[in-house]
């Protein structure tokens, strides 16, 4: 039986008390850790990133930590607007320049842990440069690098990420250039742990990040994530659940596999799991050295 809403009801509605129609008084468990007021957020209806954002809180939930020692720096694109929702220190840099960023404040304040959260275009096309030599240095910092395949902001452009033969609007006959593989460009460059999971996987997510946080270095974990607004339309995989589900039963997990042999190619699973974590002296760690040897002299 279906309900008919008549004029009168509604009226009675709205004489109710706030609390008695409000479907969600009771406070988020997460709430504390967003901006409300900045809700709702502009991604997409199936974007991944929003469960970025959760598995990175419910982290920071976790290990108990204090804001006062959270900082996330983020750069341009979709993904670099977690950091107007999220309620800690954050900033939001210009194109591909989050990792200097986050490099100065670390060498400025060595006490915060610093996350930098972006996406695949910020942190490997214009701010590549910027990736490589942060991990060669092993600056000490967290990055997520979310993965989604394409310019998803600025009109669905190919992206380093792109698949060959994928089609975005500035390869309309299908990619003819070699994407990236994250992973290992991370790991050869001197990154000290390198991990990769989807964002659907959640909790797994979640807990690579705990793990992370544990870490000292340059740590780097990418995220593969759907688009279905630019990638997935323009190749027609259907909508974001049928992304998902093609994530979830295109993946398989194999912790220890060589960052090499993790290339994202179609027809073939993608290869999930922790793939580096080979703790080594970091860079505020060596030229406090330095100082203390030049001092001796």
């Not at 997409?44 to 959270?70: F, H, M, P, R, W």
């Not at 214009?126 to 991990?135: D, L, T």
């Not at 452009?157 to 299908?174: C, I, N, V």
């Not at 990638?231 to 049928?242: H, I, T, Y």
Request: hydrophobic share 35%; with cysteine.
């Amino acid at each position: 039986m279906t309900l008919q809403r008549t004029p009168s009801a509604f009226r009675l509605e709205e004489e109710k008390s706030a609390e008695e129609t409000c479907l969600y008084c009771e406070d988020h468990p997460i709430d504390e850790w967003l901006r409300s007021d900045r809700m709702p957020t502009i991604w997409c209806s199936g974007c991944g990133i929003g469960n970025v954002l959760t598995a990175y809180i419910n982290a920071l939930i976790a290990k108990k930590v204090s804001k006062a020692g959270e900082v996330m720096v983020c750069g341009i694109g979709c993904t670099g607007r977690i950091a107007g929702y999220i309620n800690i220190d954050s900033f939001h840099t210009t194109h591909g320049r989050a990792l200097p960023f986050a490099t100065g404040l670390h060498l400025a304040r060595p006490d915060l842990n610093i996350t930098v959260i972006s996406g695949d275009g910020d942190l490997f096309a214009i701010g590549g440069n910027h990736f490589i030599h942060s991990a060669r240095r092993n600056i000490s910092m967290l990055v997520i690098g979310v993965n989604n395949q394409i310019y998803g902001m600025t009109g669905g452009q190919m992206a380093p990420s792109t698949p060959l033969d994928a089609r975005t609007s500035t390869s309309p006959y299908g990619n003819y250039e070699h994407p990236f593989n994250f992973s290992a460009l991370a790991a050869a460059a001197g990154a000290t742990y390198v991990a990769r999971w989807t964002s659907v996987d959640v909790r797994r997510l979640t807990d690579s990040i705990k793990e992370a946080r544990e870490r000292s270095g340059f740590r780097f974990i990418e995220v593969i994530a759907p688009c279905p607004t630019s990638f997935g339309r323009m190749n027609r995989l259907g909508d974001a659940v049928k992304m998902n589900e093609d994530l979830i039963a295109g993946s398989v997990i194999r912790h220890g596999t060589h960052p090499s042999d993790t290339d994202i190619n179609a027809g073939k699973p993608i290869i999930l799991g922790k793939f580096k974590d080979e703790p080594k002296q970091t860079y505020y760690e060596t030229v406090s050295l330095l100082n203390e040897k030049l001092s001796g002299e």
